[in-house]
């Protein structure tokens, strides 16, 4: 014993201990599903022509951008993608004036001085009469192409692309790994770039132009063969590439199965854009994506790889792609039942009016603004 009644023995001195701390949960929904969504609603838009039920699917994919969009650079390009169908709207009625168009009409809006051409030209018309029916026509041939690229966007904007790619089957990693290093160095080119120009403006010398683009591009392209050159370096080290045996036939199956799926799909697709193929177009489509999917997993036999923790396919992501589906379905029921309703004519020009029931089978398309979590940072955490 020591003073003070001390032991010679040092102990280390007691404290509560601390319970271990919970991880929170992956709150974000699968990004195929959203994907699935905005295709279903695609799908829908190329099933009407109607004015009001193709705005109706805009303002639907909207509302579930604005209240599910993360906040990440990527998540961005819904205003890209808006542009570009306002550009696509612009273009098609341009086409429309300039070229006329094959809709005959009886109420002229405005006469353009018409450009004689020849013989070998027939069909073809510069100027001329421009009727309120081929504007008609021309503006919901181009908004039901304008709402198919908003619904893209919205996939764009909801989908993180760097999950999407990992949650790719094993067939498609090397391709996945390829576009996840294209769009993880096309920012670093734009950096590089940025900076070196910043460099020069700054020790005086040119920046612009041909001699200021050799300058510039040059250091940037020597980084990017260094970052190429490390990245492989990383990639052999770790086994990229690596493939496992699988036997001769079935490989023979994983080909066949692929090309004819791939081949069933874009038949089936094409039918269900034509009226002629409304017939065989939803059963061509649905064997085809059976048979690619069975090809991509038999495919996947090749690959040696893990996930490190790998997106759940929850009950979220079945009811959000189910949304997307039944709008699709509910359309397309819609357009085989009552076609004037979804498609309103042009001869004789009459006002397009909603119809009730399909207006309400696309309001199911907002169930993802109800059911999926909200953004990281817009999302209340508890307070204790």
Partial sequence: MGEGGRSGTLTAPESAPTPAQPQRPRTQLHPGAWWLWALALGTAATRTT????LALLVTTSAYVVATRRPHAPWSRSYGAFVKLALAVLLIRLAFAVVLGSPIPGTHTVLTLPEVPLPDWAQGIRLGGRVTAEALAFALYDALRLATLLICVG???????????????????????????VALTFAPHLIADAQRLRAARRLRGRPDKGVRGLLHVGLPVLEGALERSVALAAAMDARGYGRTAEVPPAVRRTTAALT?????????GTYGLLTAEGGTYGVPVLLAGLAAALAGLRLGGRRTLRTRYRPDPWDARAWLVTASGVAVAALLT????????ALHPGVVPLVAPTLPLWPAAAVLIGLLPAFVTPAPASTRKEPTT
Avoid: F, I, Q
């Fill in 259 to 267: 090309l004819g799926g791939l081949l069933g799909v874009c038949a």
């Fill in 154 to 180: 919205a996939a764009n904007a909801l989908a993180n692309p760097s999950r999407l790619l990992k949650s790719l089957p094993g067939a498609l990693y090397e391709l996945g790994v390829a576009v996840v």
């Fill in 50 to 53: 109607n004015p009001l039920l």
């Fill in 333 to 340: 029921l819609a357009a085989s039942r009552d076609p004037a």
